[in-house]
């Protein structure tokens, strides 16, 4: 009974803290929304560019893609989709913490996979479902903790210049890897890629923002807009190339599991946004976050499509 007391006024004290963070929920929540809708429209349009084409891109965009991708109003379309995902994230992130709405992109997952399972009429397996499951229960569960206990904390410049120097390191290591596997296609590498660079991402758009609205237009503020924009561009390209290589729902199942990740990485131990989170949110963030990553592992392995575009792809080099 002390236990349960003790959590009902932690749960009490952090809604009187900061109430406005649970109006990013409902904006988050939309977001995720029209992402799944413009990643499904982008990849059909991709599709029909390579069907068009005669060649996959599954082996690096070419300029007769990236052409060919602008004249198809699907791609084009799917593209508008995910600019107003990023408005609509963007308000979610001026409302609530980084770790409380990154996470809830899981909902584009779930949306995608009904999407793509009807437009192709290919059914997931019992195994892919599980993996599905795994993702949306450790990021639900995740968020619930993070929105009682995360709170929105002062990004200073020295946070900003720790953030700016890891995301150069992980860029150049992140375009090495499209350097030398390009010609390969490899839908988790380009997954993984673009979930990691989006996280950066995010936390830049979330730093901005804070900086923006405390009238601070210094030069650090504007080298994150550089390196929001980077890391935008960067990830968009490794996006494209997942699509060619991997089916939309796996694509959106590791955004939205690597990219909510790696922001909460950066919130928690970088921003401070879980300091006066309790132990056991602590082991709870670690656990359901493992969760999910073995969620989206299987559904790398397990998903019908995965295979079947590989496949594609070694005939058309043949």
Known sequence: MLTAGLLVNEFSEAIALDPK??????????GAALMSFGAQYQSRGLNKVERITGESAGSGL???????????????????????????????????????????G?????????LNSRLTGVRLPKRAIVSLSLCVGGIVTFVTVAAFTAADRPVTTGKLITILIIFGVVLLVALGGFLALRHRAIAIFYVVGAGVLYGFVATFAKAVIGRFMQDEFDWLTWVCVLALVTGGLVGMIFVQNAYSSGPPDLVIAGLTVVDPLVAIMIGIAVLNEAAGAPLWAIFCF?????IALVGVTG??????QVGQNVLDEQQTQK
Do not use: N
């Not at 084009?76 to 995902?85: N, Q």
């Not at 559904?299 to 019908?304: M, N, S």
């Open 21 to 30: 963070q649970f109006w990013g929920i409902p904006a988050a929540l939309i």
């Open 299 to 304: 559904l790398a392995k397990f998903h019908p």
């Open 286 to 290: 670690i656990i359901t976050g493992l």
């Open 62 to 104: 070419s300029i007769k893609h990236m052409l060919g991708m602008l004249q198809r109003p699907s791609w084009v379309v799917g593209t508008t989709l995910l600019g107003l995902a990023i408005v609509f994230q963007i308000a979610a992130l001026s409302l609530a913490p980084l770790i409380v709405v990154q996470p809830l």
């Open 106 to 114: 899981v909902v584009a997952m779930v949306i995608t996979a009904v």
